[in-house]
């Protein structure tokens, strides 16, 4: 199973971007996803998470502005940005928490993505 992010990129200060969290492989079942990010010099914070219930979790800072949905036929996560600032500027990381098949045995297993660059100009 491998995660592939995708959507980051450059942005002045307001803009907007979307980040896709694309799974492949062999999943039975996806029963969460979020997006973590790290700037330079900082520890990696959690943004938002979202849960195969819909139930959703955001990170203070990013509340109002960014919106966490997934397609759970697609297994893709999705994460909207909207007014965006220089704070933002990070790598984010995805992570998908998946169930899947090893030969009989059903495997539960967190699988991040590689991450991709947002970056923010004032």
């Known amino acids: 199973v491998q995660l592939q992010a995708s959507g980051g990129g450059l942005v002045q200060t307001g803009g907007s971007l979307r980040l896709s969290c694309a799974a492949s492989?062999?999943?039975?079942?996806?029963?969460?996803m979020g997006w973590f990010r790290q700037a330079p010099g900082k520890q990696r914070e959690l943004v938002a998470a979202?849960?195969?219930?819909?139930?959703?979790n955001y990170a203070d800072s990013v509340r109002g502005r960014f919106t966490i949905s997934g397609d759970n036929a697609k297994s893709t996560g999705y994460l909207q940005m909207n007014n965006l600032k220089p704070e933002d500027t990070a790598v984010y990381f995805c992570?998908?928490?998946?169930?899947?098949?090893?030969?009989?045995?059903?495997?539960?297993?967190?699988?991040w993505g590689q991450g991709t660059q947002v970056t923010v100009s004032s």
């Open positions: 979202i849960t195969i219930g819909g139930g959703t």
């Open positions: 492989g062999s999943i039975f079942r996806s029963n969460a």
């Open positions: 992570y998908q928490d998946v169930n899947y098949y090893n030969n009989d045995d059903l495997i539960t297993s967190r699988v």
